[in-house]
């Protein structure tokens, strides 16, 4: 499959913790919405520390972990029921018409579901059964899913791609689970975005959960909201076609439309002068 690497990350969706001096962003992608009370209180009092984290419709949330949810400190994503069932149901869908009902059935019917649950148009979806194909990709940009978790790829890959059309995460899942090694790891990484699954063992853990949500905390406040609000594919390359900048403390923002975007294109070296960069004119 099609895999460009992203740039950028949609940060309505995503509550990214910012750490190193290059700017880079570590995702936290919770394993189970099974969260300790004692984790969930520390997490209410944070100011920068959040989580994406799977929920099963047909359950009701802990009124600690509904507060979290209101205050977008859990972004919810849809966990599909019965998921086993996704890659027989695909393998069909993928080969031909036969069977492409009970596919879309399958989807669609989780959609409207969770939809009703979490009370939003929009969302992403946490697979743990992998498994898909260029028209299972096609048909969840269709549906308008705004990404997806692959937490069992057959492929080794880890990081944020855009996979025909679709922002696919692919967390790494070797996070420490000791204190003192959380440091020389995050730091062992280079990539912009980095998506980690949070497993039950960690979240389980009071003391390291405890440890991780100050650990970001520390680093800094947030002073502004970068929003991409219109990705599209020119020449091939991912670009942010309306982008928002909004600074928190005054509440203003300034908006960026692009019209006209082409790449490859020679430009004049008079436009790399000071009387051109001071008066537009070569």
């Not at 969302?123 to 048909?139: D, P, R, T």
């Not at 039950?200 to 949500?213: G, P, Q, R, T, V």
């Not at 309306?242 to 008079?270: C, F, H, K």
């Amino acid at each position: 499959m099609k895999k460009t690497l992203l740039a950028v990350l949609i940060l309505a969706f995503f509550c990214g913790g910012a750490f190193g001096a290059a700017e880079r962003y570590i995702i936290f992608f919770a394993e189970s919405a099974d969260l300790p009370k004692a984790v969930a209180e520390k997490m209410l009092v944070s100011k920068r520390f959040c989580l994406v984290m799977p929920f099963n419709h047909q359950e009701s949330l802990k009124p600690e972990i509904e507060e979290l949810v209101s205050l977008g400190k859990i972004e919810p994503s849809l966990s599909l029921e019965p998921e086993p069932v996704l890659p027989l149901l695909a393998s069909v869908y993928s080969v031909g018409a036969k069977g492409q009902k009970g596919f879309s059935d399958y989807i669609s019917g989780n959609f409207n579901a969770f939809e009703n649950y979490a009370n939003r148009l929009s969302f992403g979806m946490f697979l743990k059964s992998a498994w898909v194909s260029h028209n299972i990709m096609y048909y969840f940009a269709a549906q308008k899913l705004s990404w997806i978790n692959v937490d069992n790829a057959a492929e080794k890959i880890h990081g944020a791609y855009l996979i025909d059309g679709v922002a696919s995460f692919f967390p790494h899942k070797n996070f420490p689970l000791a204190q003192k090694d959380v440091m020389k790891w995050l730091e062992a990484r280079k990539e912009t975005f980095i998506p980690v699954l949070l497993t039950k063992k960690h979240l389980s853990n009071d003391e390291f959960m405890a440890y991780i949500i100050e650990l970001f905390d520390r680093r800094g406040n947030q002073v502004k909201l970068l929003e991409i609000l219109e990705l599209r594919e020119v020449q091939g390359r991912l670009s942010a076609i309306v982008t928002r900048m909004t600074t928190l403390a005054a509440g203003t923002s300034t908006s960026l439309n692009v019209t006209n975007l082409r790449y490859d294109e020679q430009i004049p070296e008079g436009v790399f002068t000071t009387n051109y960069l001071e008066t537009g004119r070569p």
